[in-house]
C-alpha cells in the first residue's frame, strides 16, 4: 500500500475512533432537489463477483440504526461531476464524451483492490488502491472538459478515490457500528478490473443514488490512432 492510501486510512480511522454520531448525508446540497439530475463521471461495478461477495457479507455485518446500506447496483466510485442535466446542452456533452473517448483510449483497463473499510462520519466505503491509476483517469476526463469549456467543474486537488458501502442516513451513535468495524478491518481485500468509465445522469432521492448511462469512455490502453487503425482492418 502507498505511503499516501495508508497515511489516509490512518487518519480516517483515527478521526472516526474520536467520533461520538454520524452526520446525516442526505441533506440536500446547493442545487439539488427531488427529480433533478445531475452529469457526473464514474467508475461503476456492475460485473465484479468478488466485490459484491465482500460487499454483501460486510453489509450483512452492519445493519445498524443509522445506516443506508448501498445497493450492490448502485456501487461506484465518483470521478468528475459536470452538472445539472437542465444547465448542461446536449451538443457539449457530446464533445465532451467525443474528448473523453480520445484521451481514455490511450489508458489501460484499472486493476484495482477495494478494502479494507474505511469509515467516517457519512458514510463507511472501502479503501481503492492504487489512487495514482484512477487518478490518471480522471486527469484525462478533466483534460477532456477542458477542451470544451473554459473552466473545468470540481477542484483538481482534494481527491479521495472510495467506493462506499453504506451512509449515514441519521445522527446515530458510532460506538457500537465502530466496534463491528474494528472486528472486519483485516478482511482481505479483493480486486476488480475496471474497463470503461461512465458518464451517468444521476439523481438522489429515497436514500440512495440512482442513475442511468448517457455514454462511456473505453479504458483501452492503446492510441485512438491504433484503434481506428484495427477497427478499418477489422472491416475488411
Keep these: 500500500m502507498s505511503s499516501r492510501e495508508l497515511a489516509s486510512l490512518r487518519q480516517r480511522w483515527t478521526a472516526y475512533r474520536d467520533l461520538t454520531a454520524l452526520t ?37 455485518q452492519l445493519q445498524f440504526p443509522g445506516l443506508d446500506l448501498v445497493p450492490i447496483d ?19 456533452i457530446e464533445a465532451i464524451v467525443t474528448e473523453a473517448r480520445q484521451r481514455c483510449a490511450g489508458l489501460p483497463p484499472l486493476d484495482l483492490s477495494l478494502g479494507p473499510v474505511d ?30 469549456w473554459p473552466t473545468v467543474p470540481e477542484p483538481a486537488d482534494g481527491f479521495r478515490p472510495h467506493v462506499t458501502i453504506a451512509y449515514s442516513g441519521a445522527p446515530a451513535p458510532t460506538a457500537p457500528i465502530r466496534a463491528r468495524l474494528a472486528e472486519l478491518r483485516d478482511l482481505p481485500a479483493v480486486t476488480a478490473t475496471v474497463s470503461e468509465v461512465s458518464l451517468i445522469a444521476l439523481h438522489r432521492e429515497h436514500r440512495t443514488y440512482r442513475w442511468s448511462t448517457r455514454a462511456t ?9 491504433r484503434v481506428e487503425a484495427e477497427a478499418g482492418r477489422g472491416d475488411q
Design 217 to 225: 469512455a473505453p479504458l483501452i490502453g492503446q492510441c485512438p490512432q
Design 74 to 92: 448502485g456501487l461506484h466510485l465518483t470521478m468528475q461531476g459536470l452538472g445539472f442535466t437542465d444547465e448542461v446542452p446536449d451538443g457539449d
Design 119 to 148: 469509515p467516517d462520519a457519512e458514510g463507511i466505503g472501502l479503501l481503492v488502491r492504487p489512487w495514482s491509476s484512477v487518478e490518471r483517469v480522471r486527469a484525462a476526463i478533466r483534460a477532456a472538459i477542458a477542451a470544451v
Design 24 to 60: 446525516e448525508h442526505w441533506y440536500w446540497r446547493p442545487g439539488w432537489r427531488a427529480g433533478r439530475d445531475f452529469y457526473t463521471w464514474h467508475l461503476t461495478f456492475q460485473e465484479q463477483p468478488d466485490l459484491h461477495r465482500l460487499v454483501t457479507d460486510l453489509q450483512h
